[in-house]
């Protein structure tokens, strides 16, 4: 939606006066129009638990069990399932179904959870804004884990995205777009109606998200009036048009209608029906992701025709990868193995047994180096797979290699950043304090012109920064990089790293490859390629534009509009955009 557009709809919503927001006939019962039924039940949750509730299951009348129906799911489901309130959702989707301006369309209409008390004298618990304001994947996994195969024990229930919506409104509003932006696997379609994206429980962060995350496939429609509340949390008015900029910005498929009205469902109901018909629009056509690169050339990575590719699966790798000059890339399965990954594509087994290595790296004399942990040690491997001794008794979680043959490595025992120089003397160059510092350090990566060294901190949100002095001593080190975080948790997950020519880091994390810029920002968030950890990445191929991660049993790839720098040939990056 453009922002002429926008403010068409806003001059327009202006002049028009309160009594204008009125339910239209789609709304009413038609005649001739067959009518769905409604069923009532009650459940008692696992995910929330001890909490109870009731849910609506609407079925149209021409649901006839012979192939799956679409599923659309409302917050709040009493206010929606009622046929005297604002929405009367049954009796829209009666009139839409019939006129076949949506498809045959299961309707689930579910009520917040409450922890009854146990007698006269105490207080529920009222699950409301956990359950809707929250973040995080909670709620999409009470529907998708509990209620969802619930009914589906009574009607065939499509598992496409594209066949799935989700609704809501206020904090159930913010419900439904945390369930689809959790899971776009599983709801495709968003419909919010004054959306609670404030800072109740954490939602004012979801524009800046929007902003730096990969797109996912998703189509929504919001809703939201100009005198909305305006309170402690946060202004809903400006909280939605920041969220309508943010997708706009990202190129989704997203229209943002605005009224004169406060915090009901009087413009929202009234606009109903037309707000479905654009949500269901061109159905069965599926919703695809946005394409588009991002509109600021600085921070345009990704390349639009290209995705996650499978490398290699069932190796269950978990060493970080590195890349040799030719541009291929190692990894370590979990049985020990050093495999090789071409840039073809072709994969081999470089080594049978690697020690069971937990970092590998390339130095400039074209070896390979892996920290062992069966033996304790550091060792060199070259191009042949002949293996040398570098350090013994050395416990390394993750190393760096410079171009001058010095090595930096993590000591797994101490939680510090040890250093062997060329001539193989070994020292700490770093050791946390008592209180503060590194908590639990998950990798290591040199700047392109190796003044920095990059420490990832998994159980915090930073990376840290030191400054490499000339005898290889770590000195003003700074938690410089501030990485995105899960709603559940503090930790990052921040493990493996890499680094392209320009001085942007590559952070993988429980959110996805992070990207920072050099003063120390998340740019942009690469979403996982499967629904498991990434542990590593690397830049390989024959132009080092493809990044390598490891997740889980496999390694995949993909190609960027970025150069990996690489660790054996210093260049200084381009000074940065501050």
């Known amino acids: 939606m453009t922002k002429t557009i926008a403010m068409a709809l806003w001059l327009a919503a202006s002049l028009a006066g309160a009594d204008d927001y009125v339910l239209g006939p789609d709304s009413l019962p038609k005649p001739g129009v067959p009518k769905g039924k409604v069923t009532q039940h009650t459940w008692t949750s696992r995910i929330f638990p001890g909490t109870t509730r009731d849910y609506w299951v609407y079925a149209p009348a021409q649901y006839d069990g012979s192939k799956p129906a679409c599923v659309m799911v409302f917050q709040d489901g009493a ?25 045959v369309t299961i309707g689930i209409f579910i009520d917040p959870g409450v922890l009854p008390a146990r007698g006269p004298s105490q207080q529920a618990r009222y699950n409301r804004s956990y359950e809707y304001d929250g973040l995080g994947d909670r709620y999409a996994r009470f529907l998708l884990e509990e209620i969802l195969p619930e009914v589906s024990k009574e009607f065939k229930l499509s598992s496409d995205p594209n066949d799935r919506a989700i609704a809501g409104a206020s904090s159930g509003g913010i419900a439904a777009f945390t369930t689809a932006w959790e899971r776009p696997d599983a709801f495709g379609r968003v419909l919010t109606f004054i959306g609670s994206f404030t800072d109740l429980r954490g939602g004012d962060v979801y524009p ?115 890349a040799d000059k030719q541009g291929n890339v190692f990894f370590v399965d979990g049985s020990g193995r050093i495999h090789k990954a071409e840039p073809s594509g072709k994969v081999s087994v470089f080594k049978e047994d690697s020690g069971r290595a937990a970092g590998l790296a390339v130095g400039p004399d074209g070896r390979l180096y892996a920290a062992q942990s069966e033996p304790e040690r550091i060792v060199a491997y070259a191009p042949d797979g002949t293996e040398s001794v570098i350090a013994a008794k050395v416990k390394a979680a993750d190393l760096a290699v410079t171009s001058r043959g010095a090595i930096y490595y993590i000591d797994a025992e101490s939680r510090g950043v040890w250093l062997i120089d060329a001539k193989g003397a070994r020292r700490a160059v770093y050791q946390p304090p008592a209180r503060g510092g590194i908590l639990s350090p998950g990798g290591l990566r040199l700047s392109p012109d190796e003044f920095l060294l990059d420490v990832s901190d998994s159980d915090s949100k ?39 020519v320009e001085g942007m880091l590559y952070v993988t994390t429980r959110m996805g490859v992070q990207v920072c810029d050099q003063p120390g920002r998340v740019n942009a968030i690469l979403r996982q390629p499967r629904d498991a950890a990434i542990t590593g990445a690397a830049f390989g191929g024959s132009e080092f534009s493809m990044l390598y991660v490891t997740a889980g049993d496999s390694v995949y790839r993909r190609h960027v509009m970025r150069t990996g720098a690489l660790p054996w040939q210093p260049v200084q990056p381009p000074r940065p955009r501050l």
């Open 208 to 322: 800046g998200l929007i902003r730096k995350t990969e797109p996912k496939p998703l189509r929504l429609f919001f809703q939201d009036g100009s005198n909305d509340l305006n309170i402690y949390s946060g202004s809903w008015y400006l909280a939605n048009q920041s969220m309508a900029s943010a997708l706009e910005y990202a190129g989704y498929d997203a229209k943002f209608v605005v009224g004169t009205e406060g915090h009901n469902g009087k413009h929202g109901g009234a606009i109903l029906p037309d707000a479905l018909r654009w949500l269901w629009r061109d159905y069965p056509n599926p919703i695809a992701a946005p394409k588009a690169a991002p509109k600021e050339a600085r921070i345009s990575i990704l390349d639009p025709a290209s995705d996650w590719e499978v490398v290699s699966q069932g190796v269950q790798g978990s060493a970080r990868p590195a």
């Open 79 to 103: 206010g929606n399932v009622s046929e005297t309130g604002s929405w009367r959702v049954p009796t829209v989707f009666d009139n839409l179904i019939q006129e076949k301006s949506m498809p």
């Open 462 to 500: 930073w990376v840290w920064s030191f400054e490499v002095q000339e005898d290889g001593s770590l000195a003003n080190g700074e938690p410089f990089y501030h990485l995105e975080t899960l709603d559940d948790s503090s930790r990052t997950g921040a493990a493996g790293m890499a680094m392209d």
